[in-house]
């Protein structure tokens, strides 16, 4: 049996936070379905969402998250390993910082009025409703 290296085990953490990241992104799509074309900033995902719609643009980055979890995880033995996912790793941190703390009409939130991670809350609370835990 072999074991993975340290090397490799810190890799594979990158690309799960990479992958968990869009995924939890991709719930603030479904949870803010409503608002979601109103507030998108990317001219790119509102394309897809004017032309395709919300549901179909959930299905394309679902597709998308797999898709680049795949692609990571089979260049493990790249020499560009570290390049490329510590620099999408950085990425999806400031994606995560982004929509935990920015609002179109004020910015960045710098107030301390609201305690815990709106991202964060809404993925479990979504998952909790989803699969009926705690009723």
């Known amino acids: ?21 869009g ?17 998108e900033q990317n001219p790119f995902a509102l394309w897809i969402i004017r032309n395709w719609g919300i549901p179909n643009f959930v299905i394309t980055k679902s597709v998308g998250i797999v898709a680049v979890v795949a692609i ?4 493990i033995k790249s020499k560009w390993r570290w390049l490329v996912v510590s620099t999408l790793l950085t990425f999806q941190i400031w994606l995560f910082c982004y929509l935990s703390y920015y609002c179109p009409n004020e910015g960045f939130s710098t107030s301390k009025s609201y305690e815990g991670n709106i991202v964060i809350e809404s993925t479990i609370k979504f998952y909790k409703d989803y699969f009926k835990i705690g009723e």
């Open 1 to 21: 049996m072999s074991y993975l290296s340290k090397s490799s085990a810190v890799l594979f953490l990158m690309i799960f936070l990479v992958g968990l990241i």
């Open 23 to 39: 995924v939890m992104d991709n719930v603030m799509n479904v949870v803010f379905f409503e608002e979601l074309e109103s507030n």
């Open 72 to 75: 990571l995880c089979a260049m």
